[in-house]
């Protein structure tokens, strides 16, 4: 499985998970700007990513930018994990250590997908801390 970490978030938060899922091979975590350019459009990246199956996209970003962008991902067959709004109002290190724990979860929950599927991660993590599915 392959994970994407979008531009909205730190790419230090990308390699830090890249190091702890180091354990298993299967496993690769990459920052946006690892594999595109900076200025590459999101149409563009999501595209791209559909041409090699087993991607999974990190996103702060609720891709609101354009009907293009949605349809992309749509069409993509990508499975996408969007956090949840307040992500964006917490500090990096309060950040690191919520998307540290939510982690094991988000990769079980990506393994059990086929085709696309997308979800929030709330910011709360707890005992019975669910995604909830979004419709894109």
């Known amino acids: ?17 890249r190091e702890l899922c180091s354990y298993d091979k299967s496993i690769e975590v990459f920052a946006l700007s690892d594999k595109f350019q900076s200025s590459t459009k999101d149409i563009d990246w999501i595209t791209e990513l559909t041409k090699d199956s087993g991607w999974v996209v990190i996103s702060q970003d ?5 009907d293009a962008e ?18 964006s109002q917490e500090q990096y290190w309060s950040k ?11 990769m079980e ?11 929030k991660v709330k910011w709360s993590h707890g005992s019975k801390a669910k995604f909830e599915q979004v419709k894109l």
């Open 1 to 17: 499985m392959k994970y994407l970490i979008d531009n909205n978030l730190p790419p230090k938060l990308a390699h830090a998970l």
């Open 62 to 66: 609720r891709f609101k930018k354009g």
């Open 70 to 87: 949605k349809e992309a991902l749509r069409r993509s067959g990508l499975t996408v994990f969007f956090l949840a709004k307040q992500w």
């Open 96 to 106: 690191a250590h919520n998307l540290v724990r939510w982690w094991p979860s988000i």
């Open 109 to 119: 929950q990506a393994e059990r997908m086929t085709g696309g599927s997308a979800f």
